[in-house]
């Protein structure tokens, strides 16, 4: 298991170079730089003074340099300075990291363990029924819907029909708890919505397809009630490729918390990433990028690890 | 397995439990909450500021937020003429621009303010990146405690507006070296920073050493910063929000005819144009070409196309700012196609060929603008094609002077003609000349302009720079865009400096509701 679990770190951790390189090299095909936010051009800025800010950033040096030179940082634990605010991305994204894991950590719950399983074991027991039909029909129709829709759909209904908008600035739970759910409720279930339309049809089809193994069949003819045998029996494995399909579905909500964030008005990872990709500030984009790859890899290593936990028969590091 | 499942099942339980209680309680302390001390007032915008530093940050975010926190030596009237604020009084002696400061005034930090700073504060305003503001100014002196002097190369009423804002913030001396302005405010003004949230929110606190604190509206004035604008406009239907002003002037339709809001709208010193660039070569050297172009366009459905009609029709420049032509003197200012045709023969150009138009990316109204040309310069046998260009590359082509063809552009926030002008119309040296325009009449009238220091004969030389524009036609104006925003009711003293600066924030009220 630990030979697993190391040799799965170094893979992630060429993954993550490359997911550098890859930023990085995507950042420099898009046109524009940082230079001309610097500039005052009302101010009759001249050609030599962008020039100026150019060397002064160190843009005029070759890419791989910049590149190199940025990687040494990160060795050292130096994530740089916004080019943009010149305060240190460390500052920058140490306080939204814990905004977007939240939000994930919730969407995820809500996703999976509050709407994504009870409603795939609804369908799967009421199987070509209306109760069955309705979990489907729903879970097509918000699948269909942008996320960023549907969170504009939430504050217009709640704000409009209820008279009810979230705070305007977040505060931590620890601070301030029923502040922080109110916030953080609605943009989570938006998202969580989305993840659980994929979680419910996974878990109805796998919980059918379990119904009909020889092992229920014996449960059965023990005379076990149907609630034991699905409770007991069907769900404990049914859930296991639900399990793996959940924890990819946390890469995906902390994709999505990135339009999310933007329309909820959360200060999150995803909101900073998209900001700073506008503002073409490299150094905040490439820690963005690097911190949501690194949480992905260890996510997808942590998912492999309970995997095996889960079903003996797997052995991980064949 | 089983016991994995209770256990998520418990915290899923908890967790709703724990988050519906909070919910409710959070709503109760809402419905019952009653406005007592201090005052707050919530106003959200969906433009952040990178930073707050005052004389390293050239964005109109943060510009507009700076007279919160800092003082300059003067301050804006509502017509763009200055007054009094650290400075309490003034006067030329010949190329010397002597201040005498006011008494007893005290920065954040509690420290009296004096000669030695405005010193220090303008030699960092010399090295800004806005200098090119304040490029009169040969020399900074103290001659004692309370007064200054400014050495510069001419009288120039253009640089005591320029004084009154944008980077001519005043510091304690040492203050960029010994504080980091990007975070914090180090000022005289009329709020400290108690929070800076970058990109999330300002709260700033009552500074109750202010020498003008008996003014102030509030005790709390917070900017929230919500990207999404529907957002605010949910935000102030609640009541979460007091006051907004939109970048998107179509959100106000969202809250328009809402009970206890009031929705305004403002004329601002910016504008949206139809600029021509490379005026030295063919074919926008043709001037008939560019008469016949002016004569083509339908501003007024510009306008209307682009932000929703909530705007000015210009003639020379902005009517916000002083000095301006009207729209109705203004020959090629409206639509007049056989004119248009006519000249467009007279200009002999050979039109068989596509024209490009540049617009920018990211700039919804200017995208919006350029196809309505595009359709109405069809009309005038003009086959046009827009290409989007990204914002940095433009200005990166239009600095080094390098646009060949004709594009969209908008910008303001002026308080000065001479900020409008020089820079972008002065031959070289001294201006940019942006357009390759290399008019030396107009040049003339610059310098004469930057040169006055009485307003009625500066306003005379921008009318007639004015008529030259509308003649020889290096850009084409098509309309300047109000401020369009909303607040609640009880919101009072509101108003929006048409420079768009949040100087007129320090006076707001909100009341009870």
């Known amino acids: 298991m630990a030979v697993y679990i190391l040799r799965r770190l170094i893979y992630g951790l060429g993954t993550a170079l490359g997911l550098v390189l890859l930023v990085f090299g995507l950042m420099n095909l898009i ?31 070759p890419w791989y340099v910049q590149l190199s030179s940025w990687l040494l940082d990160v060795l050292r634990g130096d994530l740089g300075i916004s080019w943009r605010s010149r305060i240190p991305v460390v500052q920058l994204l140490l306080p939204r990291l814990a905004v977007t894991l939240e939000l994930a950590a919730m969407s995820a719950l809500i996703s999976s363990i509050v709407l994504g399983v009870p409603g795939g074991l609804i369908a799967a027991t009421y199987r070509n029924s209306w109760p069955d039909a309705l979990v489907r029909v729903a879970s097509l129709a918000v699948l269909s819907v942008p996320v960023f829709w549907m969170g504009s759909m939430f504050i217009l209904v709640f704000s409009t029909a209820l008279g009810w908008s979230p705070p305007l600035t977040w505060v931590s739970p620890l601070q301030d708890f029923g502040a922080n759910m109110r916030m953080m409720i609605l943009p989570a279930t938006a998202l969580g919505l989305v993840g659980a339309a994929t979680l419910v049809r996974m878990t109805r089809n796998s919980i059918l397809e379990v119904m009909g193994q020889n092992y229920i069949r014996t449960a059965r003819s023990t005379g076990a009630s149907e609630q034991r045998i699905l409770l007991g029996h069907a769900l404990p494995n049914a859930l296991i490729p639900v399990v793996t399909m959940a924890g990819l579905q946390f890469g995906f909500l902390l994709g999505g918390a990135v339009v999310i964030e933007e329309v909820f008005s959360l200060p999150g990872v995803g909101r900073l990433l998209l900001q700073a990709i506008s503002q073409r500030d490299y150094p905040v984009v490439q820690a963005c990028v690097l911190t949501i790859g690194v949480l992905l890899i260890l996510l997808n290593i942590l998912i492999d690890v309970l995997y095996a936990y889960l079903d003996p028969r797997i052995k991980l590091g064949d | 397995m089983r016991t994995l499942f209770a256990i998520a099942i418990t915290i899923t339980v908890v967790l709703l439990v724990l988050s519906g209680t909070a919910f409710a309680r959070g709503q109760a302390e809402l419905d019952e909450v009653e406005r007592v001390e201090p005052v707050e007032l919530v106003f959200a915008t969906s433009v952040s500021t990178p930073n707050l530093h005052p004389y390293n940050e050239v964005s109109d975010a943060r510009m507009r937020r700076s007279p919160l926190m ?92 320029a004084l009154g804002g944008r980077y001519a913030y005043i510091v304690p001396e040492g203050a960029d070296e010994d504080h980091d302005l990007s975070v914090t405010a180090i000022g005289t003004g009329p709020f400290k920073v108690d929070r800076f949230a970058q990109g999330e929110s300002l709260r700033l606190v009552k500074n109750e050493d202010y020498w003008r604190a008996d003014e102030v509206g509030v005790d709390v004035l917070t900017i929230v910063i919500v990207p999404d604008e529907a957002s605010i406009a949910a935000g102030l239907r609640t009541g979460e929000i007091d006051a907004a002003i939109f970048e998107d002037a179509r959100i106000a339709r969202l809250v328009e005819g809402r009970a206890g809001i009031t929705v305004f709208e403002e004329t601002a010193a910016r504008w949206d144009i139809l600029d021509f660039f490379a005026l030295d070569r063919e074919p926008w050297n043709n001037v008939r070409l560019r008469q016949a172009i002016s004569a083509a366009i339908d501003p007024e459905a510009v306008m209307e196309l682009a932000i929703g009609g909530r705007g000015t029709l210009v003639g020379g420049h902005p009517p916000a700012l002083w000095g301006a032509l009207p729209f109705e003197d203004a020959p090629y200012g409206r639509r007049d196609i056989d004119l248009a045709k006519q000249l467009l023969e007279e200009s002999g150009v050979d039109t068989s060929g596509a024209f490009k138009l540049i617009s920018i990316q990211g700039y919804g109204a200017l995208n919006s603008g350029a196809e309505v040309i595009v359709d109405q ?89 004015q008529r030259i524009l509308v003649e020889e036609v290096p850009w084409i104006p098509l309309y300047s865009a109000d401020f369009v925003g909303a607040h609640r009711n009880n919101v009072g003293n509101w108003g929006v400096h048409p420079s768009g600066f949040y100087h007129d924030l320090r006076w707001v009220t909100v009341q009870a509701d």
């Open chain 1, 31 to 61: 046109p524009g730089t940082v230079v001309s936010q610097l500039i005052d051009r009302a101010a009759g800025t001249s050609p030599e003074r962008l020039a100026e800010v150019e060397a002064f950033l160190g843009l005029d040096r």
């Open chain 2, 70 to 161: 800092y003082d300059c030596l003067v301050d804006w009237t509502d017509d763009f003429g200055v007054e009094p604020a650290l400075a309490e009084r003034w006067e030329y002696d010949g190329n010397i621009l002597r201040f005498h400061l006011r008494e007893n005034v005290l920065f954040h930090d509690g420290t009296p303010m004096t000669s030695a700073d405005v010193v220090y504060s303008l030699g960092k305003v010399l090295e800004s990146p806005g200098a090119g503001f304040y490029s009169q100014i040969l020399d900074v002196t103290a001659v004692d405690d309370m007064t200054v002097e400014l050495e510069l190369t001419t009288p120039s009423d253009a640089l005591l507006a």
């Open chain 2, 377 to 465: 310069l069809g009309e005038l046998g003009l086959d046009v094609e827009i290409e989007i260009m990204e914002l940095g590359v433009w200005i990166d082509t239009f600095v080094n002077r390098n646009h060949e063809t004709f594009s969209m552009n908008s910008w303001g926030g002026w308080i000065d003609p001479d900020q409008l002008y020089f820079n972008h119309l002065h031959m070289q040296p001294g201006g940019r000349d942006f357009r390759i325009w290399n008019n030396e009449q107009v040049s003339q009238l610059l310098d004469d302009a930057r040169a006055s220091v009485d307003r009625a004969e500066r306003e005379e030389i921008y009318y007639e720079l």
